[in-house]
C-alpha cells in the first residue's frame, strides 16, 4: 500500500509498517526525523525527482515523502472486541466512499480512544493515499477488522453484547439519550444515502444530532466525531465517579 505525507509516513513508521521510502530533494525540513527513523529501522531510502512522485501520488501533495507499507494484522470483529482495553467503544462504517471522510474518522477514533472500526472490504474508500493523509497518520495505529457484509456484522456484535447505535438524520432518540458507557457500536452510514436499510434495521437505537441552523445534516466525519466524545465524556464521568466512590470507601 502506498501512503504520502509527513504525518502519515511518520507515523506507518512509528507503527513498523514502512518497507520502503522515496523522497524528493525539495522534500520539507521535518522529513529528517523520518528519514532518521527510516535508518534505525534499516528502511530503505531512495532519492527520486519530485516529478516521479507527483507521477506515483497522482498529483497529491505528498510534501516531498512517498512511502510503502504493509498492511496490518487482518483482524475480524471478535478481534476488535477481544483487544479492547476496559469497555469496548467501536465505529462500524457501512459504505463510506469518500477517502477524505474515511481519514477524518480514522482520525477521530484515535483521538477518542475508540477499540477500532469495521469497515467493508468492498466498495468502500481504500485505506492508502487519500485517506492515511487525511487521517494524520492514524491508519497506522487504528484496528480495523474488514468484513463482507456489514449487516452481519452488526449481527456479530449484538451476539457479543454490544449496543448496535445507528447515526441518521431522521432518528427518533438524541444521541445524547444513549448509555454509552455499556459495550457499544457506533453505526454510521455513507455520504448522501445514510444507512442502508438492513443495517438500519438491525441496530437496536438509532439516533439523531440536532441541528439548529439552516442546513440539516453534518459531513458524516463530524457527526461521528461528535456522538464519539459524547461516549468519552459520559465513560468519564463514570470513572470519575466510580474513583470517588472507591475513596470513600478507604476513607
Same mark, same amino acid.
Given at each position: 500500500?502506498?501512503?504520502?505525507?509527513?504525518?502519515?509516513?511518520?507515523?506507518?513508521?512509528?507503527?513498523?509498517?514502512?518497507?520502503?521510502?522515496?523522497?524528493?530533494?525539495?522534500?520539507?525540513? =521535518?522529513?529528517?526525523?523520518? !528519514? #532518521? /527513523? %527510516? $535508518?534505525?529501522?534499516? @528502511?530503505?531510502?531512495?532519492?527520486?525527482?519530485?516529478?516521479?512522485?507527483?507521477?506515483?501520488?497522482?498529483?497529491?501533495?505528498?510534501?516531498?515523502?512517498?512511502?510503502?507499507?504493509?498492511?496490518?494484522?487482518?483482524?475480524?470483529?471478535?478481534?476488535?472486541?477481544?483487544?479492547?482495553?476496559?469497555?469496548?467503544?467501536?465505529?462500524?462504517?457501512?459504505?463510506?466512499?469518500?477517502?477524505?471522510?474515511?481519514?477524518?474518522?480514522?482520525?477521530?477514533?484515535?483521538?477518542?480512544?475508540?477499540?477500532?472500526?469495521?469497515?467493508?472490504?468492498?466498495?468502500?474508500?481504500?485505506?492508502?493515499?487519500?485517506?492515511?493523509?487525511?487521517?494524520?497518520?492514524?491508519?497506522?495505529?487504528?484496528?480495523?477488522?474488514?468484513?463482507?457484509?456489514?449487516? =452481519?456484522?452488526?449481527?456479530? !456484535? #449484538? /451476539? %457479543? $453484547?454490544?449496543?448496535? @447505535?445507528?447515526?441518521?438524520?431522521?432518528?427518533?432518540?438524541?444521541?445524547?439519550?444513549?448509555?454509552?458507557?455499556?459495550?457499544?457500536?457506533?453505526?454510521?452510514?455513507?455520504?448522501?444515502?445514510?444507512?442502508?436499510?438492513?443495517?438500519?434495521?438491525?441496530?437496536?437505537?438509532?439516533?439523531?444530532?440536532?441541528?439548529?441552523?439552516?442546513?440539516?445534516?453534518?459531513?458524516?466525519?463530524?457527526?461521528?466525531?461528535?456522538?464519539?466524545?459524547?461516549?468519552?465524556?459520559?465513560?468519564?464521568?463514570?470513572?470519575?465517579?466510580?474513583?470517588?466512590?472507591?475513596?470513600?470507601?478507604?476513607?
Amino acid at each position: 500500500m502506498l501512503i504520502y505525507g509527513i504525518n502519515p509516513v511518520l507515523e506507518a513508521l512509528r507503527a513498523g509498517r514502512v518497507t520502503a521510502i522515496r523522497v524528493s530533494p525539495r522534500a520539507d525540513d =521535518r522529513v529528517s526525523d523520518a !528519514l #532518521k /527513523r %527510516a $535508518g534505525e529501522q534499516g @528502511v530503505p531510502v531512495r532519492r527520486v525527482q519530485a516529478v516521479d512522485l507527483d507521477r506515483e501520488t497522482r498529483g497529491a501533495m505528498h510534501q516531498g515523502l512517498v512511502a510503502d507499507v504493509r498492511s496490518g494484522a487482518a483482524l475480524s470483529v471478535e478481534d476488535l472486541l477481544i483487544q479492547a482495553a476496559g469497555t469496548p467503544l467501536v465505529v462500524v462504517l457501512d459504505g463510506i466512499e469518500d477517502p477524505h471522510n474515511l481519514g477524518a474518522i480514522l482520525r477521530t477514533v484515535d483521538a477518542a480512544g475508540a477499540h477500532g472500526v469495521v469497515r467493508q472490504s468492498r466498495h468502500a474508500a481504500g485505506l492508502g493515499g487519500a485517506a492515511a493523509k487525511a487521517s494524520a497518520g492514524a491508519v497506522a495505529h487504528v484496528r480495523i477488522a474488514e468484513v463482507v457484509n456489514i449487516a =452481519r456484522a452488526v449481527e456479530t !456484535l #449484538k /451476539r %457479543a $453484547g454490544v449496543w448496535t @447505535v445507528g447515526l441518521a438524520g431522521d432518528g427518533q432518540t438524541r444521541y445524547d439519550q444513549i448509555d454509552y458507557t455499556l459495550p457499544t457500536a457506533l453505526v454510521v452510514g455513507g455520504e448522501g444515502a445514510g444507512l442502508r436499510r438492513l443495517v438500519r434495521d438491525r441496530c437496536d437505537w438509532v439516533v439523531a444530532i440536532p441541528m439548529r441552523g439552516h442546513v440539516q445534516s453534518l459531513n458524516v466525519s463530524v457527526a461521528t466525531g461528535i456522538v464519539l466524545f459524547e461516549a468519552v465524556r459520559q465513560r468519564t464521568h463514570r470513572d470519575a465517579t466510580a474513583s470517588k466512590a472507591r475513596s470513600r470507601v478507604e476513607e
